[in-house]
Nanobody
Framework: QVYLRESGGGLVQAGGSLRLSCAVSGRTFSNYAVGWFRQGPGKEREFVAGINWSGTSTNYTDSVKGRFTVSRDNPKNTVFLQMNSLKPEDTAVYYC?????????????????WGQGTQVTVSS
C-alpha cells in the first residue's frame, strides 16, 4: 500500500502564493510519475500539473501555466506544487496522485493512488 499526504493548503488573498507538498510512502517513489488534480465547488476533478519519474518533464493545464510550478525531491519522496499569482478560480481541493507508471497523463485513468486532498481557498 502506498500513502500520499498533502499539506500546505489554506486561505490566501488573490495574487498571493501557496506551496503544496505531497509526501509519498514507499521505497520505489522515484520510479513513478506524480500529478496534481483539483476539484472546485460543483466541478469535475481536473488535471493541474504532472511530473515524470525523474523530474525532467512536466506539464500543466492551460489555466495555470506561468503561475504554477511542479517539482519533486526523490530522495525525500516528496512532490511540490508552487502556486503564484493565485486567483479566486483556483479555489478547490487539491489532490496529489501517483501514476502507476513513469510518465504522467492528463487523465486520471492511470492513477493508482490518491491523497486525501488539501483545501485551497483564494479570496478576492
Amino acid at each position: 500500500q502506498v500513502y500520499l499526504r498533502e499539506s500546505g493548503g489554506g486561505l490566501v488573498q488573490a495574487g498571493g502564493s501557496l506551496r503544496l507538498s505531497c509526501a509519498v510512502s514507499g521505497r520505489t517513489f522515484s520510479n513513478y510519475a506524480v500529478g496534481w488534480f483539483r476539484q472546485g465547488p460543483g466541478k469535475e476533478r481536473e488535471f493541474v500539473a504532472g511530473i515524470n519519474w525523474s523530474g525532467t518533464s512536466t506539464n500543466y493545464t492551460d489555466s495555470v501555466k506561468g503561475r504554477f510550478t511542479v517539482s519533486r525531491d526523490n530522495p525525500k519522496n516528496t512532490v511540490f506544487l508552487q502556486m503564484n499569482s493565485l486567483k479566486p478560480e483556483d479555489t478547490a481541493v487539491y489532490y496529489c496522485a501517483r501514476y502507476g507508471r513513469s510518465y504522467y497523463a492528463l487523465t486520471p485513468q492511470s492513477v493508482d493512488y490518491w491523497g486525501q486532498g488539501t483545501q485551497v481557498t483564494v479570496s478576492s
